[in-house]
């Protein structure tokens, strides 16, 4: 059984910062790839920015390089994103999710999403 709870969500101001967590439920977390997506009205889901299970593999969206910064703490079972100056175009409910193996198989777990609205 695998849950991903996610917190830090809420209403900053255009310049601000949040930082979300995303809190792994499950044995496996040290050996998952994990990801941040997000989702605006009118918009596909995009995804946001993805570490590795050892932290040394990251990658961003163009569109966040320079503002946010995925990381995780493994003795912890979370991944944070860290967004820094924040612009109104960030506004999305922002999804975590994982990678991992059960068995043979490959699986996908998703979080329930966190509303993340940037306006003054």
């Known amino acids: 059984q695998v849950q991903l709870v996610e917190s830090g969500g809420g209403l900053v101001q255009p310049g601000g910062s949040l930082r979300l967590s995303c809190l792994f439920s499950?044995?496996?977390?040290?050996?998952?790839?994990m990801s941040w997506h997000r989702r605006s009205p009118g918009n596909e889901r995009e995804l946001v920015a993805s570490i590795s299970d050892s932290g040394r593999k990251i990658t961003y969206a163009d569109s966040v390089k320079g503002r946010f910064t995925i990381s995780r703490d493994n003795a912890k079972n979370t991944v944070y994103l860290q967004m820094n100056r924040l612009k109104p175009e960030d506004t999305a409910v922002y999804f975590c999710?994982?990678?991992?193996?059960?068995?043979?198989?490959?699986?996908?777990?998703w979080g329930q999403g966190t509303q993340v609205t940037v306006s003054s």
């Open positions: 999710s994982a990678v991992r193996l059960s068995g043979l198989k490959v699986i996908k777990d």
């Open positions: 499950g044995p496996t977390f040290s050996s998952a790839t």
